[in-house]
């Protein structure tokens, strides 16, 4: 599961016209961090927060043509402006691809850039030899609800107080997610569990996800 080059990105994720993408290296970590500030300040707190420590690029994602780091940041650019990121987490063993945060300047989000990132999700995982693709979003944001529906994402159902989240001026509390994925092979290729094995509950919800 290699990651793309920015080549094979312009490719597989055709963004609208005056749009790129961009590896992220060290000079940029700075500035993407204090854009990441005014464009989202609501991650302040919680499981994206760490897009906003320096430290978390240094160790966690490829900021190298070498590196073979499991996270990659790909910034977006309208002509000479940063205007956004995208970032994706690779599972090897699992053959898996965790969409972790797309973010755009409020200026630009009328451009439906996510909604393409989203749709293109696919294409990418599939380039990558991924089977799997899983996306966690918050509850007061329907747009990214419709964007992964309309890629033909399943909702599998919520996480309750998974992350945190700053409600209003100092006032933080633990908030649901939505948890969606998508299987990128065949059914036939893919073990179902025996109802044997099932409690009555866990049965009842897994006949209502995936009785079609």
């Known amino acids: ?6 080549n094979q990105m312009v490719q597989w994720v055709p963004l609208p016209n005056g749009y790129r993408f961009e590896g992220l290296d060290r000079a940029n970590i700075a500035p993407l961090i204090a854009a990441i500030k005014v464009w989202h ?3 302040a707190v919680g499981v994206t927060s760490c897009y906003l420590r320096e430290d978390f690029y240094h160790s966690r994602v490829c900021l190298e043509a070498d590196d073979d780091k499991d996270i990659y940041v790909y910034s977006i650019w309208f002509n000479n402006e940063l205007v956004g990121m995208w970032s994706v987490e690779r599972e090897v063993e699992a053959l898996a ?9 409020p200026a630009h989000r009328g451009a439906k850039v996510s909604g393409m990132l989203t749709l293109a999700y696919e294409n990418v995982g599939r380039a990558m030899g991924a089977e799997f693709l899983y996306a966690m979003v918050t509850l007061n944001i329907i747009q990214q609800q419709r964007a992964l529906e309309s890629a033909g994402f399943r909702l599998l159902g919520f996480l309750p107080g998974y992350d945190r989240q700053l409600v209003s ?8 997610l939505a948890a969606y994925a998508k299987l990128l092979v065949d059914e036939e290729k893919v073990q179902r569990p025996d109802p044997k094995n099932l409690t009555p509950r866990a049965k009842r919800v897994f006949e209502l996800l995936f009785s079609n």
Not at 1 to 6: A, D, F, G, L, Q
Not at 97 to 105: D, E, G, K, N, P
């Open 97 to 105: 691809i965790y969409a972790r945060l797309i973010v755009m300047a």
């Open 41 to 43: 300040p609501d991650i």
């Open 1 to 6: 599961m290699k990651w793309p080059t920015i």
């Open 169 to 176: 001026p100092g006032v933080i509390k633990r908030i649901y």
